[in-house]
């Protein structure tokens, strides 16, 4: 196969009716504070994405042949709500259809917009997220849309959240996480240096799930690209390790998930590699599973 498109993995264009998978470039930055750059973690993304083998040998498969289908990125030239109802907009139809919505960040407010579209279809979606950072703001910066506020948001709408990886939080945060039943946190101070993934497996319910994957979530030594790094990250084995776990469990399905804030430093390094791999991944464990 010849892989020179700008698809993901450098695919060939496949109809909408043979892909299972689609993915949605979102190119936003907005608010990011410290490292500026995800607006181009997309594009990085794609073009690191050529260079993987579509052979993936702990599934013994080629994830591929499920169908993923690269649609146009979605460019909202707007903020706040108007940017989550236009990245809303543009997945809403492909939840509809049952296609695994995968969005590509962007920085991590890109995640309200798919979540929004994703609870539409799924009214009883649950939210698991990695990342470095609490999220749990009411404001930042004097906006309710800021990536500092994403898990805030989307604890609002009343769906349970699991997060982990947390090693970033402020007071405000720790305040409105004990008057609140629906969020769950695991710490990374927890997980660090144990076998975290089998017993946050345990704690997780079944039913329908919509990933968000802040990439902050790994050690700045596996991840130095990205918007906040924090030390104490979590590693590429235990990580794959637990979602492979997760994800093809019988009684949990994905709707769809998103991968955000990364912040590449250059066109092509190993942090951009690193987050194709990882979507590539659960796309074979999606598919792998049921
Ligand atoms: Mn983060």
Same mark, same amino acid.
């Given at each position: 196969?010849?892989?020179?498109?700008?698809?993901?993995?450098?695919?060939?264009?496949?109809?909408?009716?043979?892909?299972?998978?689609?993915?949605?470039?979102?190119?936003?930055?907005?608010?990011?504070?410290?490292?500026?750059?995800?607006?181009?973690?997309?594009?990085?993304?794609?073009?690191?994405?050529?260079?993987?083998?579509?052979?993936?040998?702990?599934?013994?498969?080629?994830? +591929?042949?499920?169908?993923?289908?690269?649609?146009?990125?979605?460019?909202?030239?707007?903020? !706040?709500?108007?940017?989550?109802?236009?990245?809303?907009? &543009? &997945?809403?139809?492909?939840?509809?259809?049952?296609?695994?919505?995968?969005?590509?960040?962007?920085?991590?407010?890109?995640?309200? !917009?798919?979540?929004? #579209?994703?609870?539409?279809? =799924?009214?009883?979606?649950?939210?698991?997220?990695?990342?470095? =950072?609490?999220?749990?703001?009411?404001?930042?910066?004097?906006?309710?849309?800021? =990536? &500092?506020?994403?898990?805030?948001?989307? &604890?609002?709408?009343?769906?349970?959240?699991?997060?982990?990886?947390?090693?970033?939080?402020?007071?405000?945060?720790?305040?409105?996480?004990?008057?609140?039943?629906?969020?769950?946190?695991?710490? #990374?101070?927890?997980?660090?240096?144990?076998?975290? !993934?089998? #017993?946050?497996?345990?704690?997780?319910?079944?039913?329908?799930?919509?990933?968000?994957?802040?990439?902050?979530?790994?050690?700045?030594?596996?991840?130095?690209?990205?918007?906040?790094?924090?030390?104490?990250?979590?590693?590429?084995?235990?990580?794959?390790? +637990?979602?492979?776990?997760?994800?093809?469990?019988?009684?949990?399905?994905?709707?769809?998930?998103?991968?955000?804030?990364?912040?590449?430093?250059?066109?092509?390094? =190993?942090?951009?590699?690193?987050?194709?791999?990882?979507?590539?991944?659960?796309?074979?464990?999606?598919?792998?599973?049921?």
């Amino acid at each position: 196969m010849n892989r020179t498109t700008r698809n993901f993995l450098g695919l060939p264009d496949v109809p909408e009716d043979n892909a299972r998978f689609v993915i949605l470039p979102i190119p936003f930055e907005a608010t990011t504070s410290c490292m500026k750059g995800t607006a181009k973690g997309p594009e990085s993304i794609l073009f690191a994405s050529r260079y993987l083998e579509l052979y993936d040998e702990e599934l013994d498969t080629e994830p +591929f042949t499920a169908g993923i289908k690269t649609l146009p990125a979605v460019i909202p030239d707007c903020k !706040g709500l108007k940017m989550t109802a236009k990245i809303s907009r &543009a &997945a809403e139809e492909y939840f509809k259809k049952n296609k695994t919505v995968i969005g590509l960040g962007g920085e991590h407010t890109v995640s309200l !917009g798919l979540f929004d #579209a994703c609870r539409k279809k =799924h009214p009883d979606i649950n939210v698991l997220c990695f990342d470095a =950072h609490g999220d749990l703001r009411d404001k930042y910066e004097g906006t309710k849309f800021s =990536h &500092a506020c994403v898990s805030r948001r989307i &604890a609002e709408s009343g769906c349970r959240l699991f997060s982990a990886g947390i090693r970033s939080v402020c007071s405000e945060e720790k305040e409105f996480l004990q008057n609140n039943k629906q969020v769950k946190i695991f710490w #990374a101070y927890r997980m660090a240096g144990k076998k975290w !993934g089998t #017993a946050f497996n345990k704690t997780l319910p079944s039913g329908t799930y919509y990933i968000t994957f802040d990439v902050d979530f790994l050690d700045p030594s596996v991840m130095p690209d990205t918007g906040t790094p924090e030390p104490g990250g979590f590693q590429w084995h235990e990580t794959i390790d +637990f979602l492979k776990n997760f994800i093809m469990r019988s009684d949990v399905r994905i709707a769809g998930f998103d991968v955000v804030e990364l912040s590449p430093s250059k066109r092509f390094t =190993h942090s951009s590699f690193l987050a194709a791999k990882l979507i590539y991944k659960i796309i074979g464990f999606i598919s792998s599973g049921r």
